[in-house]
Nanobody, 117 residues
Framework: QVQLVESGGGLVQAGGSLRLSCAAS????????MGWYRQAPGKERELVAR???????TYADSVKGRFTISRDNAKNTMYLQMNSLKPEDTAVYYC???????????WGKGTLVTVSS
């Protein structure tokens, strides 16, 4: 059974930092591109950052220079370090695993990040 479990969300003041984690089980972690997506109230889910199996990265323009995505293949875990948080970063953040060699796509249940002004 595949599970993606996010943690690390919470309430933080603008300018603060949070570190999100996504622990994966039931998949061969190294065979998946991992990503963070977010969905703010009343808005569509959007890509925040993705990281390939060899740690190549892609970021949304809105988070470049503030967020850093990383992965530890030995621990089956992905991270998102979020610095200089802004109120507009408030959203539910979701972990995603997209298969590289197989047509598989999995989602976590999300973790809420709230940035107060």
């Amino acid at each position: 059974q595949v599970q993606l479990v996010e943690s690390g969300g919470g309430l933080v003041q603008a300018g603060g930092s949070l570190r999100l984690s996504c622990a994966a089980s039931g998949i061969i972690f190294g065979f998946f591109v991992m990503g963070w997506y977010r969905q703010a109230p009343g808005k569509e889910r959007e890509l925040v950052a993705r990281i390939g199996s060899s740690s190549s990265t892609t970021y949304a323009d809105s988070v470049k220079g503030r967020f850093t995505i990383s992965r530890d293949n030995a621990k089956n875990t992905m991270y998102l370090q979020m610095n200089s948080l802004k109120p507009e970063d408030t959203a539910v953040y979701y972990c995603n695993a997209e298969g590289i060699l197989i047509a598989a796509n999995y989602w976590g249940k999300g973790t809420l990040v709230t940035v107060s002004s």
